[in-house]
Every structure is written in C-alpha cells, then in structure tokens.
C-alpha cells in the first residue's frame, strides 16, 4: 500500500507526496492488526500556493487499483505568505 498525503484547499492540491510507509521500510504486509504506525512525511508545497488555510488529508491505497484502504483528515494547517 501506498500514502498519499494531501494539502487542500476546496479543490485545490497545494502540495502532495505520495510513496510507501515509514520511508519504504516497513511495508503494510508486515504491520500487525491494531497496530499504530508513527511516520512522518515531508510535504512539498506547490510554488505559489497562496497563503491561507488547508486541510492536511492522508490517504492509504493500492497503487495497482487506486483503491483507497483508507482516509482521513487530520488537521487544518495554515501556510504563511
């Protein structure tokens, strides 16, 4: 599986990163049920976003079928001029 996290603003994708868990080291087929992964994600913001705020969205998903595993929104964030 694979995460994609997500800057949003309505529509609008002001920044995205999209690649496999814990920095393509412990892949979703070794995780335990229940267990909680701590990761971190360095989130590129698209050149002229303009400031505001955004919701911080992760998504895990099937890169074959795009399926999504699983969303949810986690905060909202503001990006500074």
Same mark, same amino acid.
């Given at each position: 599986?694979?995460? *994609?996290?997500? =800057? =949003?603003?309505?529509?609008? !994708?002001?920044? %995205?990163?999209? +690649?496999? /868990?814990?920095?393509? #080291?412990?892949? #979703? +087929?070794?995780?335990? @049920?229940?267990? !909680?992964?701590?990761?971190?994600?360095?989130?590129? @913001? @698209?050149?002229?976003?303009?400031?505001?705020?955004? !919701?911080?969205?992760? +998504?895990?998903?099937? /890169? %074959? *079928?795009?399926?999504? !595993?699983? %969303?949810?929104?986690?905060?909202?964030? +503001? =990006?500074?001029?």
């Amino acid at each position: 599986a694979f995460v *994609s996290v997500k =800057l =949003l603003q309505g529509e609008r !994708i002001a920044g %995205q990163i999209d +690649t496999r /868990p814990v920095r393509d #080291t412990y892949p #979703t +087929t070794a995780w335990r @049920v229940g267990e !909680i992964i701590a990761d971190t994600y360095d989130v590129p @913001v @698209v050149p002229g976003a303009p400031p505001g705020e955004y !919701i911080l969205q992760v +998504t895990l998903y099937d /890169p %074959q *079928s795009g399926a999504v !595993i699983a %969303q949810r929104v986690l905060q909202m964030i +503001t =990006l500074a001029p």
